[in-house]
């Protein structure tokens, strides 16, 4: 006997749930705002000067950077001061959207199981006698 997790109502409900939660996530991403290509870093930084405290081990900063893959490596692009607040804002959007694409993935992967699972349970092979 199937228990209560594997019978059908109890899948057609699993995903007409996880299909509101793909949705929502999906309406969350077509705000339209603008965003910046990289995630939200700070840099600790030496100065160079010898009697410098940066020297001894205490760093100068936090200093906004971004954090952006280029041609497959990481790079860390300085922000301007004058520009921190605008494109740190801009910034924070760009990861949540890849953070939302990320779980709107998982939930499709997760959506994706259960239709396998049904395929499997309600499929027989044909034998001729």
Known sequence: ?????ETLPYLIEKISIL???RTNHIYSLLHGKEMI???PH???RKCGKKNCKCNKGSKHGP???????RQGSQKIVMIKKADAAS????AK???HYQQTLARIRRIDKEINHILV???MDNTTDYIPV
């Open 93 to 95: 959007r760009f990861k």
């Open 117 to 119: 699972k049904l395929k």
């Open 42 to 44: 700070e840099v600790l």
């Open 1 to 5: 006997m199937k228990s209560r997790r």
């Open 87 to 90: 494109v740190l804002d801009c």
């Open 63 to 69: 200093y906004p950077a971004l954090s952006v893959n």
């Open 37 to 39: 290509h990289g995630m």
């Open 19 to 21: 299909n509101i939660k």
